[in-house]
């Protein structure tokens, strides 16, 4: 099977103070893939399932950051996951433990 078939998944992780552009932390393909999902939810991690965007952004290194032409792809969805963010607290009364910066983009599975 192709990499193209397989399941993806990119971690990243930004910090406004620390960072210029979200930083790859992890990517993989296959199984690597569902570990990085799996340790993601495990952990109260937002994973947002994108094919194109894993498939875009397993290209990059590990620890490198977005390159500026992948910017309006990483904003559109760190924009999604802060929109379920308001919904999802919206409903609850409690706040979740989530690790903040943190987003995995991967593949549906």
Known sequence: MSKSKKNKAVALKYCANDNIAPVVIASGYGTMAEKIID?????????????????LLCMLEIGSNIPPKLYEVVAAIY????????????????????????TIISTDR
């Open 39 to 55: 340790v993601a939810e495990n952990k109260g991690i937002p994973v947002y399932r994108d094919d194109s965007a894993a498939s």
């Open 79 to 102: 924009g999604e996951l802060l929109k379920a963010s308001r919904e999802i607290i919206e409903r609850e009364t409690s706040f979740s433990s989530q690790s903040p910066g943190n």
